[in-house]
């Protein structure tokens, strides 16, 4: 068996939380702590979901008698890269528990929609008479929708065939081009 090198992250640097200096750490692995006060070690906080179905992972801390729930994400980008809470932040590698400091970007609303564009290719959709003969081949279900003034999700609903009446609203009907 091939000897696999072992990834080497560097080693563990801890600052303090901004806005709660003195009381939590975050550490460049993506962990929170209490800060040491003293009279007992640092404790290692243990991040959940706010929510059920939700990605991101969560650390409640208190200040001044209030409880704070903040992603653990946002806290490694404020406090390692200094991010304005107007930037995105987003995991470099898409897992939401992987909250190291190298898999943290900032990035514009303009970035983060290339991204999600580059990910997300386009599906071209056809325009079908009743006929069933195609009218129009557009790029995407967004295109078709712009040039017939219609809603984007109006075109997806009748592509994946969720609506009863396909041909009601244009005369048309639109589906998926899977090389049809």
């Known amino acids: 068996m091939a000897?696999?090198?072992?990834?080497i992250d560097p080693p563990e640097r801890w600052k303090p939380v901004r806005g709660f200096e003195g009381r939590y750490e975050v550490s460049t692995m993506g962990r929170v702590r209490k800060a040491w006060t003293g009279a007992r070690e640092p404790r290692i906080l243990t991040p959940h979901h706010?929510?059920?179905?939700e990605r991101a992972l969560y650390v409640v801390m208190f200040r001044?008698?209030?409880r704070y729930k903040k992603p653990v994400l946002r806290i490694v980008a404020e406090t390692f890269l200094n991010a304005p809470p107007r930037l995105y932040v987003v995991h470099k590698n898409g897992l939401h528990s992987d909250n190291r400091l190298a898999n943290v970007a900032v990035m514009t609303s303009q970035q983060v929609g290339r991204e999600i564009n580059y990910?997300?290719?386009?599906r071209p959709v056809v325009m079908i008479n009743r006929a069933g003969e195609i009218v129009e081949c557009y790029r995407s279900s967004?295109?078709?929708a712009r040039q017939n003034?219609?809603?984007e999700?109006?075109?997806r609903k009748r592509c994946n065939r969720e609506i009863a009446d396909e041909f009601g609203l244009t005369g048309y009907s639109y589906r998926w081009d899977d090389g049809l």
Do not use: Q, T
């Not at 990910?119 to 386009?122: L, S």
């Open 153 to 155: 999700s109006s075109v």
């Open 119 to 122: 990910r997300w290719p386009c």
């Open 64 to 66: 001044d008698g209030r």
């Open 149 to 151: 003034s219609l809603s």
């Open 3 to 7: 000897n696999i090198p072992k990834r």
């Open 142 to 144: 967004r295109e078709a």
């Open 50 to 53: 706010r929510h059920s179905g």
